[in-house]
């Protein structure tokens, strides 16, 4: 089985920085792709970034030159940098391992 646990959500001002991580269980995570996904309130689920076991990464257009997904296989850990956050980046962001698995997500403010 694979559990998922975000954390580094938070509050911040516009235009500041937030670093999430994703800690995995399970023995199969490094050669699984992960990625990070958000959910604000009333919307459907959106896709925000992805990085394969070989490191190929993709974003969403709407995050695309601020945001940095990463990952650390000795640590069996997902990492999500954002920077340059606007209003529009404070739904809670959700982790996701390919089968898929997903943790509970880690909530993101960006207000002033």
């Known amino acids: 089985q694979v559990q998922l646990v975000e954390s580094g959500g938070g509050l911040v001002q516009p235009g500041g920085s937030l670093r999430l991580s994703c800690a995995a269980s399970g023995s199969m995570f490094s050669i699984s792709t992960m990625g990070w996904y958000r959910q604000g309130p009333g919307k459907e689920r959106e896709f925000v970034a992805q990085i394969s076991s070989g490191g190929r990464t993709t974003y969403a257009d709407s995050v695309k030159g601020r945001f940095t997904i990463s990952r650390d296989n000795t640590k069996n850990t997902v990492y999500l940098q954002m920077d340059g956050l606007k209003p529009e980046d404070t739904p809670v962001y959700y982790c996701?391992?390919?089968?898929?698995?997903w943790g509970q997500g880690t909530q993101v403010t960006v207000s002033s």
């Open positions: 996701r391992q390919a089968y898929p698995y």
